[in-house]
């Protein structure tokens, strides 16, 4: 039988005739599907029942100095990137731009694949060099050091060129790039005792599925997993004891959106630039790098050139409605971990579990939308707003004992009624608009035609953030997954909505940022029209990119980060990591 190769996930199987042809496309200098060859699994069904799994050499390294690292790594399929990261591949390519060197005394040939039926490993070796004997050497980006889990994987990789070759080697080195210096490693009786040991315990780990607790020390700076780790958050959640976090490192990705409003307009690639043009006029020239997303409103044309390089830099193409309907987005391969989406299915199946979920989303939105009730009658001293949060108070009570979830719609729903009833009192009376009732599928008017618009750039960022985690967007708690529906963005999205969308409407419309000429009227209903959506996206940007600080961490970080960070905390606890999901609730 031939060999499964296994990438990123134990549920995510491609087939190949055998390693040699895998070797074949390594030195043929193609990428596996889009993963880096170093970090592929091979499983190899040779019996019913019996699949044999082999690891990525180096990832030997990574169980001995964060085991946590090992698991999302292999196991969950991580991939981020982080400088050091890129630092090394790069030398890795320029090293690699030589397969063999031969000099006096000694010869070299570089990247070398092997595998061992034994240890059950599986990897490529940066250089196997020959005088007088045999060994490999491991290219290391930093300066000289000791380091134990470098010599286990150079000791791994001599382990496997022994069963492959034949013949005894004594000792490997280590190459320190910064520091252009060479360590040797002697492979003694205890170091290999140690190898083995390694590789049982990564095999330990990927059977039990359970996620290594967080090293939440100096390991974890510069680490090009702590935005998906986040071990000091995790350790402070669930320890209170540790209230030590440090402020998440940045994403490469800093948040700049192109919004296309223009109808008509084309937009495509030239060279590394993106155009906008329309007719013979260019509209947009601008770099193609750093972009998180691309925001088409109405009849907007793209090409395929463009849509190509924006997919494989990971940035989205999302599309909505001159009305401000949300179509959907084309976005880069889905995520690789299937654990986190077998949990979120896992739960879907089970009532008490998706009540759990959407009560902490209920809970969110309506004590939020409290907040902010209260904090304009701070000054406003008005009766009305007062009873609707008190109101809301009460029924904020209640949560904890409803036993289903249309007792939960029940709430939430007496709850917005009280709180759009009173929305009207929030808005300035030099403002020429008046808000009755919350209408939409059309708005009536220009404030259900804010509010509608606002909830539709709000899910396509929810949106995007548990894609990026890694969930499945349409299978949700509290809404209902129906056909096409982004149900677990829509239920993510409710905390925010108060604090993002409802404030942010009530801003541009008290400090006149929007008036009605910003509106067109149609017989079905109200809209933005092309000055006041030009005025909303940029004044949603800002709000996007507001900085706050957190309630629980005490760091300041851009609500787009808020969101993603809810996404994880959310995954950690469907895959048993952390006890209950806490919403994100602003004072």
């Known amino acids: 039988m031939g060999s499964l190769l296994f990438v990123g996930s134990?549920?995510?199987?491609?087939?190949?005739?055998?390693?040699?042809?895998?070797?074949?496309?390594?030195?043929?200098?193609?990428?596996?599907?889009?993963?880096?060859?170093?970090?592929?699994?091979?499983?190899?069904?040779?019996?019913?029942?019996?699949?044999?799994?082999?690891?990525?050499i180096s990832a030997i390294a990574e169980i001995l100095y964060c085991p946590r690292n090992f698991y999302y790594r292999v196991v969950e399929g991580a991939q981020d990137l982080n400088a050091h990261v890129l630092e090394g591949r790069l030398q890795e390519d320029r090293r690699n731009e030589r397969t063999r060197v031969a000099r006096e005394g000694y010869s070299q040939v570089r990247s070398v694949m092997i595998s061992s039926e034994k240890l059950r490993l599986i990897g490529v070796v940066d250089v196997v060099e020959e005088d007088s004997?045999?060994?490999?050497?491991?290219?290391?980006?930093?300066?000289?050091?000791?380091?134990?889990?470098?010599?286990?994987?150079?000791?791994?990789?001599?382990?496997?060129?022994?069963?492959?070759?034949?013949?005894?080697?004594?000792r490997g080195y280590i190459y320190y790039v910064q520091s252009r210096t060479r360590r040797e490693v002697v492979l003694d009786e205890s170091l290999r005792s140690l190898v083995e040991k390694t590789v049982n315990r990564g095999f330990e780990i990927i059977n039990s599925g359970e996620i290594p607790t967080p090293a939440a020390d100096a390991r974890c700076e510069g680490c090009a997993l702590a935005r998906r780790c986040l071990p000091f958050e995790v350790s402070c959640l669930v320890d209170e004891s540790r209230k030590k976090t440090v402020r998440p490192i940045p994403c490469f990705n800093q948040g700049r959106v192109?919004?296309?409003?223009?109808?008509?307009?084309?937009?495509?690639?030239?060279?590394?630039?993106?155009?906008?043009?329309?007719?013979?006029?260019?509209?947009i020239d601008m770099p193609l790098c750093n972009l998180e997303q691309v925001v088409l409103s109405g009849t907007v044309n793209i090409s395929a050139q463009l849509i190509k390089i924006l997919l494989e830099r990971g940035t989205e193409v999302h599309f909505l409605s001159r009305g401000g309907k949300y179509y959907g987005c084309l976005q880069p391969s889905l995520s690789k971990n299937s654990v986190?989406?077998?949990?979120?299915?896992?739960?879907?199946?089970s009532n008490s579990q998706c009540l759990k979920y959407a009560r902490e989303f209920v809970r969110g939105k309506l004590t939020n939308m409290r907040t902010l009730l209260v904090r304009h009658n701070r000054t406003q001293k008005d009766k009305n707003l007062l009873l609707a949060i008190t109101k809301i108070k009460s029924m904020l009570k209640k949560l904890d004992d409803i036993t289903s979830?249309?007792?939960?719609?029940?709430?939430?729903?007496?709850?917005?009624?009280?709180?759009?009833?009173?929305?009207?009192?929030?808005?300035?009376?030099?403002?020429?608009?008046?808000?009755?009732?919350?209408?939409?599928?059309?708005?009536?008017?220009?404030?259900?035609?804010?509010?509608?618009?606002?909830?539709?750039?709000?899910?396509?960022?929810?949106?995007?953030a548990v894609q990026v985690v890694g969930f499945d967007p349409y299978i949700g708690f509290l809404h209902r997954s129906n056909y096409g529906r982004p149900a677990l963005a829509l239920d993510l999205m409710e905390e925010f909505r108060p604090i993002i969308v409802d404030s942010l409407v009530l801003k541009v419309l008290n400090k006149g940022v929007i008036n009605k000429d910003d509106f067109e009227c149609q017989v079905t209903g109200t809209f933005l029209n092309d000055s006041g959506r030009k005025k909303?996206?940029?004044?949603?940007?800002?709000?996007?990119?507001?900085?706050?600080?957190?309630?629980?961490?005490?760091?300041?970080?851009?609500?787009?980060?808020?969101?993603?960070?809810?996404?994880?905390?959310?995954?950690?606890?469907?895959?048993?990591?952390?006890?209950?999901?806490?919403?994100f609730l602003v004072r």
């Open 536 to 583: 909303f996206y940029r004044a949603y940007e800002e709000r996007r990119h507001e900085m706050i600080t957190h309630p629980i961490f005490n760091y300041n970080l851009p609500y787009l980060r808020i969101f993603e960070l809810q996404a994880r905390f959310l995954a950690k606890v469907l895959q048993g990591e952390l006890y209950e999901y806490k919403p």
């Open 133 to 170: 004997e045999i060994y490999p050497v491991e290219y290391k980006k930093g300066s000289l050091k000791e380091s134990l889990s470098d010599d286990v994987q150079v000791c791994a990789q001599a382990m496997v060129l022994e069963e492959k070759l034949g013949r005894d080697i004594n």
């Open 258 to 283: 192109l919004y296309v409003d223009e109808p008509g307009a084309y937009v495509r690639k030239k060279g590394e630039r993106i155009w906008v043009t329309k007719e013979k006029d260019t509209l």
């Open 10 to 56: 134990k549920l995510s199987f491609y087939y190949f005739h055998n390693l040699e042809y895998i070797e074949k496309l390594r030195w043929k200098g193609l990428m596996v599907g889009y993963v880096n060859y170093e970090v592929l699994i091979v499983m190899e069904m040779l019996k019913t029942n019996n699949e044999h799994i082999y690891l990525p």
């Open 405 to 464: 979830l249309n007792s939960l719609l029940g709430i939430e729903g007496i709850c917005s009624k009280e709180y759009f009833k009173v929305f009207n009192c929030l808005i300035k009376d030099t403002v020429p608009f008046n808000f009755n009732k919350r209408n939409r599928r059309p708005p009536e008017d220009p404030v259900n035609a804010l509010l509608g618009y606002g909830y539709s750039l709000l899910t396509k960022d929810i949106s995007s």
């Open 340 to 349: 986190l989406r077998i949990a979120q299915h896992k739960a879907f199946q």
